[in-house]
């Protein structure tokens, strides 16, 4: 296939519409040319080897894939180079241990709170009425939203989300009011700082370099977009995982020193963004086959988390998979652009099954449940989780 362009080797492969499986198909095109034609003249990467060489040349595949909004500031994820660089560089300076850490007893306040709205109802849909909301919420906590305003701050999640889908304008109607509103809470914590990650961002500095109010914006747009959904799919995942077969939650209940297994091996099975884009910033050759600038790369990372070379048995879910041994996965990047919010997901998912055990420790999936996956493109989660469970024990 040397020098042979991918787009006209094969039939396009559909990534960009949601299926209950998508890995069937990616296995196959792999077996076929790790570099497959993509729809709307996209190319899609498969195997672990070269879905990693992606992540480790952002010079080669850049993460900006599109010029920014004028008078916006791009958010750390697409932006590349040195301005990324600074940008990180500050970001990581109050994104500590020490800044997710405090975030843990909030995180067992807010799902507390959550179960208490449907425990006395015996049912719920464990998608809409939790999964759905419990990261906003977290984010609005981290960022020192008052608690009075976050039913506000989660609409305006929302809007922020589904305008961000493909085909859509990228930025809600609300978002000049979420603008405005973050800006109020920036100047805020300049006069008067407070114990939150907005306050850690403001005073960040490195000399005399520190974050100007429309990168603060910028960041705190991305923490939106990039820590709500995603983490939400990770939980409707983890649950479908224990839920469908029953003697995993049973044996989860007996030994929860297996939650970070858990945790680990749904991030390898069933990764919240199952691809990830990348544009071509030049010509490439890739894997024999050449790649011309400005292509947009699907880099399919649930492909490569499946890779035979690296797990036994990959397309099993198996609750046994030790979690030291797991963390290869590339669900959270690789290289300079590794996910910077990856120990906030994992202290979410790891509070949420600790709630759930200890309140709703007979949850069980109603008769009517069917796993659909919840999009859009590269998102991976459930759609829809309707739940039953002894409300006397959930009280």
């Known amino acids: 296939m040397s020098g042979t362009p991918a787009r006209e080797e094969s039939a396009a492969l559909d990534v960009f519409t949601p299926t209950v499986d998508p890995y069937s198909a990616l296995a196959a095109a792999h077996a076929r040319c790790p570099v497959n034609n993509g729809l709307a003249g996209s190319v ?3 195997g672990y080897e070269n879905v990693s060489r992606v992540f480790r040349d952002p010079e080669g595949f850049r993460n900006q894939l599109k010029p920014p909004a004028p008078g916006i500031e791009p958010s750390l994820v697409h932006i590349d180079g040195a301005d990324h660089n600074r940008l990180r560089k500050l970001v990581v300076k109050a994104f500590t241990p020490k800044a997710v850490k405090r975030l843990e007893q909030p995180t067992h306040d807010i799902a507390n709170e959550l179960i208490d709205t449907f425990a006395a109802r015996g049912c719920a849909d464990m ?3 939790f999964a759905f909301i419990l990261p906003a919420m977290v984010i609005a906590e981290l960022i020192g939203i008052p608690p009075g305003d976050r039913s506000t701050f989660v609409h305006w999640a929302d809007d922020a989300i589904s305008q961000a889908a493909p085909g ?3 930025y809600a109607a609300s978002d000049p ?5 973050v800006n109020q809470i920036i100047e805020e914590r300049r006069v008067t700082p407070g114990e939150d990650l907005l306050t850690d961002l403001i005073e960040a500095h490195d000399g005399n370099d520190r974050l100007s109010t429309g990168e603060l914006l910028a960041l705190v747009r991305q923490l939106i977009l990039a820590g709500t959904d995603t983490t939400a799919n990770l939980i409707g ?3 479908h995982f224990l839920l469908s077969d029953r003697s995993r939650w049973e044996q989860l209940k007996q030994d929860r020193s297996l939650i970070p297994n858990v945790i680990e091996e749904t991030l390898r099975c069933e990764p919240p963004l199952y691809w990830v884009p990348r544009m071509t910033y030049a010509d490439t050759e890739f894997a024999g086959t050449r790649i011309p600038a400005g292509t947009m790369v699907c880099n399919a990372v649930g492909n490569a988390n499946r890779d035979p070379s690296m797990w036994e ?3 099993t879910w198996d609750i046994d998979r030790p979690a030291a041994r797991n963390r290869t996965h590339l669900t959270f990047g690789f290289g300079e652009h590794f996910c910077v919010g990856s120990s906030l997901a994992r202290l979410e998912a790891t509070v949420v099954l600790e709630v759930l055990l200890d309140r709703l420790p007979d949850i ?3 008769d009517t449940y069917e796993f659909r996956p919840h999009g859009p493109m590269m998102m991976r989660g459930v759609a829809a989780m309707p739940v039953i469970f002894d409300a006397g024990l959930a009280a």
Request: charge should be negative; glycine fraction near 4%.
């Open 44 to 46: 899609v990467i498969t």
């Open 168 to 170: 859509k304008s990228g």
């Open 237 to 239: 995942s983890m649950l």
């Open 364 to 366: 069980r999936l109603a």
């Open 313 to 315: 048995d990959p397309d």
């Open 127 to 129: 998608c809409a009425e």
């Open 177 to 181: 009011e979420l603008r405005a509103y």
